[in-house]
């Protein structure tokens, strides 16, 4: 039985008891205090779970209750479904029925939506309520829904055991943007991310000694990589405050935060607020970024903000766990090697393989730009219960075996090295703040919501190579409100899909094979002309 994804938390409860495990909310928490409420957590699933699902819900958001709740379902065995309380009611509930759970861990921060979710998921339902000692109101109006407060969740034991869990168990299931308009479920299994963990505590030198930051959303995979690589070896985990999310500065220095991981915008957002100066992040010894091109402006900043930091540039979809491939920047090498202003995103890690393809599926030589396609032990197997699209996106190669390869749908460039340089998307997906975003989910909300049937979704503005938001045309007779078409986006779209402008135009222009256009809706908007 392959080594559980828990078992370093565990580990670590034995060798650092009293050390802190996390930073929330204002509170340190040690290793031992943050093993008994996951114990907890953990004791109460598996009496609650008559039906032996293998995923339980979690809603709940940078809290105490978030971080137990993700160790006691992987105590208990079983993999977590994150829902963002932030999230419309309509997706949450689309991402909640898809799983198939049947227990939910909520925390007080998650209640208010849990109350206007449970009109849509309320039957044959368990709630666990941590940080509730009495019922909630809405338990009265739900009488088919098992409520279980914190004083009646049972106590796990001091000594926690490890779980008996197959590897190709169900870790986490995440859902990315869909080209239908319904999300796609990516289940991951404890032996892919085993085997990122591992390969990444390794290559860091990650002790007991470093602070660690949390900036992602649990919803975000890049999440996974903060608490495990933490937990693993006995680290802190620093979950960033929300208000200091996109102005980190203050809080990585008042910390001393030792390994940094976000998205690159942060980088922007720090800058402009005048807060990336030469020699500011002197504790800082790792700093990695991820989720969105990383411009090589941005990366020699916070290399001269950070001097004493190793600064990588990582690439990875969440179909091959978190990431997959790195690029070190260098002062003197790095901006050479830059195309177009934008950080290479490297090698593959080791063990793990990537190559680029044609059209047709066969391997191209270095130097030309194909589809990447990745292999090896941090691949997924395919979608959950979407047959079809998993035919469409894990393919064998011609000329390369029996392995699976999940074609990304990235277009990148392999230099005479091997070095990887992303190009660009094959397909119509682009990432906003990291979050990887499909443009055919947001036009099916916009024509759905107008009532056209021409309506297009394009990432604008794009500066230093990372979009900033989305701006939506709608051609033909449809209605006209904005206010009203963008109320309806909010009720389906998580906020960073939901369109900053909406442009009325007569006809959508197209190419000529007859497709949307969407070089010609970037003039109009270069030459502001709509």
């Known amino acids: 039985m392959q080594r559980p994804l828990i078992a370093g938390f565990l580990d670590s409860i034995e060798r650092f008891p009293s050390r802190s495990a996390l930073y929330v909310g204002s509170e340190f928490v040690t290793y031992e205090s943050l093993g008994e409420r996951a114990g907890n957590v953990a004791a109460t699933i ?13 809603l709940a958001h940078r809290s105490l209750t978030a971080y137990a709740g993700v160790l006691g379902i992987h105590v208990a ?9 932030k999230f419309p009611i309509d997706r949450l509930t689309r991402m909640f029925q898809q799983s198939q759970c049947n227990l939910i861990i909520a925390g007080i921060e998650g209640m208010p939506t849990l109350e206007r979710l449970l009109p849509h998921i309320g039957t044959n339902l368990t709630v666990i309520c941590p940080d509730h000692d009495a019922e909630p109101e809405i338990a009265e109006r739900y009488p088919q829904v098992r409520f279980i407060m914190r004083d009646t969740m049972l106590r796990g034991s001091k000594s ?46 990650v002790t007991e000694e470093d602070r660690v930051s949390q900036m992602f959303d ?71 970024f991820c989720g ?26 969440t179909e091959a766990t978190i990431a997959i491939t790195a690029y070190r920047w260098d002062a003197e090498r790095s901006p050479v090697e830059s195309v177009n202003g934008i950080v290479p995103i490297g090698h593959p890690f080791d063990q793990q393989r990537a190559c680029t393809i044609d059209s047709e599926y066969r391997m191209l030589e270095k130097g030309g730009i194909g589809e990447l ?5 941090q691949v997924t197997t395919g979608y959950w219960n979407n047959r079809q699209k998993t035919k469409e996106q894990f393919v064998r190669l011609q000329d390369a075996g029996d392995a699976i390869w999940y074609r990304t749908g990235d277009l990148v460039r392999r230099d005479d ?64 409100d904005i206010g009203g078409i963008l109320a309806r986006c909010r009720e389906s779209l998580p906020e960073y899909m939901v369109p900053k402008q909406i442009h009325f135009l007569e006809h959508v222009p197209l190419n000529a094979n007859g497709k949307l256009d969407r ?4 003039g109009l908007l270069r030459s502001n002309t709509v």
């Open 292 to 317: 969105e091109p990383l411009s090589s402006t941005y990366a020699e900043a916070w290399q001269q903000a950070a001097p004493a930091s190793i600064v990588e540039n990582l690439y990875g979809p």
């Open 46 to 58: 598996l009496e609650a779970d008559h039906r032996r699902n293998p995923l339980v819900a979690l």
């Open 77 to 85: 065995g079983k993999g977590y479904v994150p829902l963002n309380p």
């Open 160 to 205: 926690l055991s490890r779980p008996g869990v197959a590897p190709d168990s169900v870790a986490y299931l995440l859902f990315t943007s869909g080209s239908t308009g319904l999300p796609k479920g990516v289940p991951v299994t404890q032996h892919n991310v085993q085997a990122y963990i591992t390969y990444v505590c390794d290559r860091y030198g």
């Open 373 to 377: 396609c990745l292999s090896g032990s």
């Open 417 to 480: 090295t091997g070095c990887l340089h992303y190009v660009g998307r094959i397909d119509q997906q682009v990432k906003i703040r990291g979050y990887r975003v499909e443009l055919q989910e947001i036009e099916h909300v916009l024509r759905t919501a107008s009532g056209s049937q021409e309506a297009a979704a394009l990432a604008w503005p794009i500066r230093e190579g990372v979009a900033e938001g989305i701006v939506a045309f709608i051609c033909g007779h449809s209605s006209r």
């Open 519 to 522: 070089l010609a809706l970037s």
């Open 218 to 288: 649990m919803t975000f995979d890049l999440s996974v990589h903060d608490m495990f690589v933490s937990w693993e070896r006995g680290a802190c985990l620093y979950a960033v405050p929300e208000k200091h999310v996109l102005a980190p500065a203050k809080f990585i220095r008042d910390h001393q935060l030792t390994l940094w991981f976000s998205v690159p915008s942060v980088i922007g957002f720090v800058s402009k607020m005048g807060m990336l100066k030469r020699g500011v992040f002197p504790s800082l010894r790792v700093s990695l």
